[in-house]
């Protein structure tokens, strides 16, 4: 599904990740953990098309993206969330959503001006996708509600309902459980795994370990910079260079 | 539980009866005030809207300002006057072809300016609108340099001349309403979406599919066209144009009337341009101290009605009438 190789980023003098290489299954949920500073938000903007790697390659479905802007990656069914939310907070819950299913609609600029039948039509299909989604997260009943005045918890389940309006085959998400209490870790862990069940591939970089320890199918652990171990849940749990990687930094 | 379908469809409905009630209202006007001198100032109130959407466009909708709009305006007024006098071209010609022209153009500019973000690119545009305002002064040949360009056609359909200010009325506000209408299904389409979500958070409006950077580039150059339509309007019922009407002063009346209106709000754009407009109309007998009135009422609206007319009116009116909380939005 997705493969990374020998992805190296140096800022500066600094390098922020060292050929870092894995792949990822189809339809499996993977956790990319770590202590912090150890590159993993890093690994992810560049993943997601945000930043542009110093060297390495990534491999999406088979087709070479390294250096694609993130709105083709969207096109390639890859899409993903931020650690600090970022919603559109002038609009409507429901709008949000909407502009989720970009890639899945086209009316331009001069039909969507001059009403054209196909893009009235189109608007109610996406109206309709919208609130199945608000639905497959909970919160069709704050559709008219602005983003803005949502709380975080619900913001951050916003976020997920406009990333799979846009049906992507690949979600990433950044710290999923950042900032949630445990009770909405609880229904956010049940959440993701609903995902996968729809057979959407699931990419997390998460400190939450017993989330990460309870939904995740494998496990890819950074270090400094470098991949440290790579493995089942339980292989992670009883790898002596993760335990010495954690010792003291026991998050 | 809310039904976002049924409460989309009621949405549109009360949408358009809203603007079909606002056509009718503008369409009674010369019932009223035929004959009087406020005739020909709700022409220019209907140019001024017509310049206030466009920019609001870009800026309230896309977040991308433009201190230098006067100049496409000047733009599309000068190419239709130099096409209808030196060049005997038909005006109903002039004014598409110059529209096209300001668009392309404005297109061709879009791609390094809006580059730049914030102060940087209210820099850059302000430096657009000064070099159209020099161009307009300095190629006399072509424009008539300060002293203007005069003689040009009024516009005409079969036997009918635009060139009474009730005949002028109609031809303006109709093609203002147009707009208009234009805009508005436009703000509540998947790209006016596109849009305020490229405000709000560009990054991730980018990772959601939205060509952030096209998607600016051709709202700019839409914007641009609209104000081309305008100034060749304003050239065709004004018959004369002079540099003065396109120069810097005039691209921050025009933001003055999107910010007072409301940004993000079509309607806010008409009554910020029309406030701003009648204003200086209403002050005329206070003389000199118009502008002492004039700036007092900016700080006021500015601290008092961040969100302009078309936010700050409603407010007011729960506040004090009502006494009901807010709840959605316009």
Known sequence: MLEVSGITQIFGGVTALDTVSFSIAKGDITGVIGPNGAGKTTLFNIISGIYRQTAGTVLLEGINVTGFPPERLARLAMVRTFQNIELFGGMTVLENVMVGMHTKSSSGLLACALKMPWSVSEERRIREGAAKWLEFTGILDLSDHTADSLPFGKGRLLEIARALAALPRIILMDEPAAGLNSQETLALAQLIKRIRDLGITVVLVEHDMELVMDICDRIVVLNLGRKLAEGTPREIQESPEVIAAYLGDDD | ?330
Not at chain 2, 11 to 29: I, N, Y
Not at chain 2, 305 to 329: N, S, W
Request: charged share 10%.
């Open chain 2, 1 to 330: 539980m809310v039904n976002p379908i049924r409460s989309g469809s009621d949405t549109m409905k009360r949408d358009l009866l809203l603007f079909v009630a606002f056509s009718l209202l503008v369409m009674m006007a010369p019932q009223y005030f035929r004959g009087s001198y406020l005739m020909n100032v709700l022409v220019f109130v209907g140019i001024n809207t017509m310049l206030a959407i466009a920019l609001n466009l870009l800026l309230g909708y896309a977040g991308q300002i433009s201190l230098g709009h006067a100049g496409f305006f000047g733009l599309g007024a000068y190419l239709s006057g130099i096409m209808t006098t030196t060049f005997s071209v038909n005006p109903w010609v002039a004014m598409p072809v110059a529209a096209l022209a300001v668009g392309g153009l404005a297109f061709l500019i879009g791609f390094p300016v809006l580059k730049l973000k914030e102060h940087y690119l209210a820099m850059a545009t302000l430096g657009l609108g000064i070099i159209f305002y020099i161009t307009f002064n300095e190629t006399y040949e072509w424009t008539g340099g300060p002293s203007g360009l005069s003689e040009i056609p009024n516009l005409r359909v079969g036997g009918i001349i635009f060139n009474s200010d009730v005949k002028n009325f109609y031809l303006i506000w109709g093609v203002t309403l147009v707009v208009m209408l234009f805009a508005l299904n436009l703000a509540n389409s998947r790209v006016g979406r596109a849009l305020r979500a490229v405000h709000d958070s560009e990054i991730a409006a980018q990772v959601l599919g939205v060509n952030a950077r096209l998607l600016k580039v051709q709202i700019f150059a839409l914007s641009a066209i609209i104000c081309s339509l305008a100034g060749s309007l304003y050239a065709h019922t004004m018959t004369f144009i002079s540099p003065t009407s396109f120069g810097f002063n005039f691209s921050i009346e025009l933001l003055t009337m999107v910010v007072i209106g409301g940004l993000g709000s079509i309607y806010g754009s008409f009554l910020g341009a029309a406030l701003l407009t009648l204003l200086p109309e209403i002050l005329r007998g206070a003389n000199d101290y118009d502008i002492i009135i004039y700036g007092g009422l900016l700080v006021v609206m500015v601290m008092y009605m961040p969100g302009g007319l078309v936010r700050g009116i409603p407010a007011l009116y729960r506040k004090f009438v009502k006494q009901k909380p807010e709840t959605g939005h316009a």
